[in-house]
């Protein structure tokens, strides 16, 4: 692990309460980031590290979170966005409520949108930042039967990348991390053909960690990953294949 590399940088973690989220949220503070979790359930304690109240689909929610984490340390300099849902599992689209397909754009589409946009209004006068969304595979490759997850991950993709290219020099980096299905608390909520049938599309024949996921994530908000942005990272075990 490298040492001490966000010594003085001020991160936000939204989805940092449990899973993917609070593994790199505890990555980051132990690599020396202030770091605090963003969720609609933060904890009441997070291991030493701040929480606030966020809700990713309210505009409001999300302008008060990030001017909280800028009142308290003066700046933000790194924007992990990890929260998300899965949303009705081994569902065919006929038989998709179009009321579970809105809820689930709108906690993982529209949250990156307003996520996006609230870090990037902060993080331009300092000319310095780096964002990171947890899209999908599933975006990639369409997941059968779950339809509003595997469209809302392909939408984070295109705004990633569009959303890339607008601010490639400024000094801000936007990207994405796509994993084949890691074991997380998530997972309960998938029906065990989907997960059976997720795991069987991975050649390493295992679900990732949420360490290996903290791993890659870290390196991609760091200042060494300056020349990458609008880039969607690959952590399937090998299912990836473009």
Same mark, same amino acid.
């Given at each position: %692990?490298?040492?001490?590399?966000?010594? *003085? &940088?001020? @991160?936000?973690?939204?989805?940092?309460?449990? *899973?993917?989220? @609070?593994?790199?949220?505890?990555?980051?503070?132990?690599?020396? @980031?202030?770091?605090?979790?963003?969720?609609?359930?933060?904890?009441? &304690?997070?291991?030493?590290?701040?929480?606030?109240?966020?809700?990713?689909?309210?505009?409001?929610?999300?302008? $008060?979170?990030?001017?909280?984490?800028?009142? #308290?340390?003066? $700046?933000?300099?790194?924007?992990?966005?990890?929260?998300?849902?899965?949303?009705?599992?081994?569902?065919?689209?006929?038989?998709?409520?179009? /009321?579970?397909?809105? &809820?689930?754009?709108?906690? #993982? !589409?529209?949250?990156?949108?307003? +996520?996006? $946009?609230? @870090?990037? /209004?902060?993080?331009?006068?300092?000319?310095?930042?780096?964002?990171?969304?947890?899209?999908?595979?599933?975006?990639? /490759?369409?997941?059968?039967?779950?339809?509003?997850?595997?469209?809302?991950?392909?939408? %984070?993709?295109? !705004?990633?990348?569009?959303?890339?290219?607008?601010?490639? +020099?400024?000094?801000?980096?936007?990207?994405?991390?796509? =994993?084949?299905?890691? $074991?997380? =608390?998530?997972?309960?909520?998938?029906?065990?053909? %989907?997960?059976?049938?997720?795991?069987?599309?991975?050649? %390493?024949?295992?679900?990732?960690?949420?360490?290996?996921?903290?791993?890659?994530?870290?390196?991609?908000?760091? =200042?060494?990953?300056?020349?990458?942005?609008?880039?969607?990272?690959?952590?399937?075990?090998?299912?990836?294949?473009?």
């Amino acid at each position: %692990m490298a040492d001490r590399r966000f010594a *003085g &940088q001020v @991160a936000l973690v939204t989805g940092g309460a449990s *899973g993917i989220g @609070a593994g790199i949220a505890r990555r980051l503070a132990a690599e020396g @980031a202030s770091v605090t979790i963003g969720d609609s359930n933060p904890p009441a &304690q997070a291991d030493g590290l701040a929480s606030a109240l966020m809700d990713v689909r309210d505009e409001t929610s999300v302008r $008060r979170g990030v001017a909280a984490v800028v009142d #308290n340390h003066g $700046r933000l300099d790194i924007l992990v966005n990890c929260a998300g849902i899965p949303g009705p599992t081994s569902v065919k689209i006929t038989d998709y409520r179009a /009321e579970e397909f809105d &809820q689930v754009v709108a906690v #993982n !589409l529209r949250g990156a949108f307003l +996520t996006t $946009r609230a @870090a990037i /209004e902060t993080m331009l006068p300092r000319s310095y930042g780096r964002i990171l969304h947890l899209v999908s595979i599933a975006g990639k /490759e369409g997941n059968p039967g779950m339809v509003g997850y595997s469209a809302s991950k392909a939408g %984070m993709t295109g !705004l990633i990348k569009g959303v890339g290219k607008e601010y490639a +020099t400024s000094g801000i980096t936007v990207n994405g991390l796509a =994993p084949a299905v890691i $074991r997380t =608390p998530m997972i309960a909520d998938v029906t065990p053909e %989907m997960l059976s049938y997720m795991e069987s599309r991975i050649p %390493m024949g295992r679900l990732g960690t949420i360490e290996e996921v903290a791993s890659l994530a870290c390196w991609i908000v760091s =200042p060494e990953a300056s020349f990458n942005t609008g880039c969607i990272f690959d952590l399937s075990g090998g299912r990836a294949t473009w």
